[in-house]
């Protein structure tokens, strides 16, 4: 009888949101992990479920197969990998860097290729899903990279996410979750239009929306946003700093490509007043407040 092959051992940096659920549930599928965070409080919780804890970034690759990155931009993704005691200083040739950050396409590239001249692989595998995907291990994953690495990575991908596509080259991932975060905010602002236009014309947004999401404007953001809305919750699943972040990698990559997003251009200006509002903390849907500020009307519990 065969020995079975010993599984992946696996790094995962950042643990905020998002990346603390990621791990915990690389933990749960029975996957060694070496897990570091700049703070404290997310290392200790998953050393006490059973992983283990990397002093650096270099320190969590000298000791993994594939090493995963969940940061919240571009730079930092960057500066982990190549900057001092990062990734690249450790990491062995035939290793993998995976990375579950939202960062611009070019970066992607730029990394895959760097790290190609070590001989590691790369792969740039953005998530969607928020918080509750992530807890849950149902994230729809999208990767860019070769099908080489992806096909290593895989059951990891399926420990985490209910869905892994490999879209194409290094940075396709990246240009498939800036798709996907098009979707996104035209989704956000256009709940808030049609809550706040409800309100506005004297009519129950709550029984509005219930009629509405059985046809042809059913959408997740339809069944899992208003109840919460309704409730005066507006805490972050996913915080609108970081759907205003990822509006200006989109736009960014568009005027490289030259491709029209005006629409994207509106609800980018949305996001961003709700930032220069002090609403960054708050969930994405929460882009209704920047709505009921302009209407000058309030939508949610009633007195």
Known sequence: MATPAPKLRLGYIGLGLM???????????????????????????????????????????????????????????????????????????GSIVVDNSTIKPYTAKEIA????????????????GGDVGARNGTLTIMVGGEQEAFDRVLPVFM??????????????????????QIMVAVQMTAMAELLVFSQKAGVDPAKVVGAIKGGAAQCWTLDVKPPRLFEGNRTPGFK?????????????????????????????????????????????????GVLEMMGNTKVGPKP
């Open 159 to 180: 420990a985490i996410g209910k869905s892994a596509t490999l879209i194409g080259d290094a940075g396709a991932g990246q240009v498939c979750k800036a798709a996907n």
């Open 113 to 128: 290729a760097k790290l190609k001249e070590q001989s590691v692989f790369s792969l740039d595998a953005p998530v969607s």
């Open 240 to 288: 609108a700093s970081m759907q205003h972040k990822d509006l200006g990698i989109v736009l960014d990559t568009a005027r490289q490509y030259g491709a029209p997003l005006p629409v994207t251009a509106v609800n980018a200006s949305l996001f961003e007043a709700m930032v220069q509002n002090g609403m960054q903390d708050l969930d994405n849907s929460a882009v209704l």
């Open 19 to 93: 990346g603390k659920s990621i791990a915990r549930n690389m933990l749960k599928a029975g996957f060694p992990v070496v897990v570091h965070n700049r703070s404290r409080q997310s290392v200790n919780e998953l050393v006490a479920e059973g992983a283990e804890e990397g002093v650096s970034p270099a320190d969590v690759a000298s000791r993994a197969d594939v090493v995963f990155t969940n940061l919240p931009d571009s730079p930092d993704v960057w500066n982990v990998i190549f900057g001092a005691n990062g990734i690249a200083s450790t990491i062995k040739p």
